[in-house]
């Protein structure tokens, strides 16, 4: 089995450590036609966090930013081979919690959207540079019917490429979307709901996501304003202990240069090499063996991307 990258097609052992839930450019003027430019500095700054990332250790990062919200894909390619760390693209799309979804995803039915996605993963954008994986997202309190419709696309999509999809919450949903994947035929050992534990959620609403077979992402890592470390080691001992070591995956939600709205734009977080040089002791402090920390940042996300279960 492999996974796309922006690059060529990965196998297991050039996976290496992996981030899965990571950004490097969201812009919101995609969605009206009014994109930042990007220019020297974006680059420099980009490139600059991937080779601290490769100092690190990190072989590939899983860049979240779907079509229409500053996905770049010739940026990702240069910025791969420049830097050695393979990045994995997303198809797909995001919620509707601060902005109305782009028109091409609003206008489609889940048929069409289906069908897009699977080309971008199967033939690519920008001269074939391919997707990897498939960004679905909710937002807080009820899955929107645009929001019902991309899930289930997202489903459908990776029945027919056997891509991962990266799933992002809102505040909850979590056990919801796996409801719709699940009646959809999708696979949920191939479902990672992101940001778990990042809003007041009770540690067995990770375990029951842990239990459905889906993967755990405590993927708000660095963000200290809202959440100690030691908040998210408590989550990984819960779930740990609970018999789910290897349903976590860990990650930051980083991202390089945030264009958008401004109740996003205070929370956003830039350190990609936090969870190597900050977490990662920590949880050896608490108990973890490197042995376990290697499941849970090389292993775990080699099986939810390569479909190894």
């Known amino acids: 089995m492999s996974v796309q990258s922006v690059l060529g097609s990965l196998g297991r052992d050039q996976l290496g450590s992996v981030l899965p839930h990571e950004h490097l450019v969201i812009d919101y003027g995609q969605l009206t036609g009014d994109p930042a430019p990007i220019d020297d500095a974006v680059r420099a700054r980009c490139a600059s966090a991937l080779a601290e990332l490769r100092a690190c250790g990190i072989g590939t990062l899983v860049d979240c930013t779907p079509p229409g919200y500053g996905r770049h894909a010739e940026l990702l390619a240069e910025l791969s081979r420049a830097t050695g760390v393979a990045i994995v693209m997303s198809t797909g799309s995001f919620c509707e919690q601060w902005a109305p979804q782009p028109a091409r995803v609003a206008a489609a039915n889940v048929d069409q959207l289906a069908e897009w996605f699977v080309r971008e993963l199967e033939q690519g954008v920008d001269g074939g540079i391919r997707a990897g994986v498939i960004k679905a997202a909710t937002s807080e309190g009820e899955i929107r019917p645009n929001e019902d419709k991309l899930l289930r696309a997202a489903a459908w999509a990776h029945r027919a490429t056997g891509a991962a ?145």
């Open 165 to 309: 999809i990266v799933s992002h919450t809102t505040a909850g949903l979590g056990l919801e979307q796996l409801d719709l994947y699940e009646a959809e035929g999708a696979d949920p050992s191939r479902v990672l709901v992101s940001h778990v534990g990042f809003e007041p959620e009770p540690e067995p609403y990770a375990i029951e996501i842990a239990k459905r077979g889906a993967f755990v992402g405590l993927d708000r890592v660095g963000h200290h304003h809202f959440h100690p470390d030691e908040h998210w080691a408590g989550l990984a001992r819960a779930l740990a202990d609970a018999g789910h070591l290897d349903r976590i995956l860990l990650s930051h939600d980083s991202v390089q240069r945030f264009t958008g709205p401004a109740e996003i734009a205070a929370h956003t977080f830039s350190e990609p090499w936090y969870l190597t040089r900050g977490l990662l002791p920590k949880l050896t402090a608490a108990g973890f063996s490197d042995a376990e920390l290697r499941r849970i940042t090389v292993d775990n996300p080699a099986r939810w991307l390569l479909g190894e279960g």
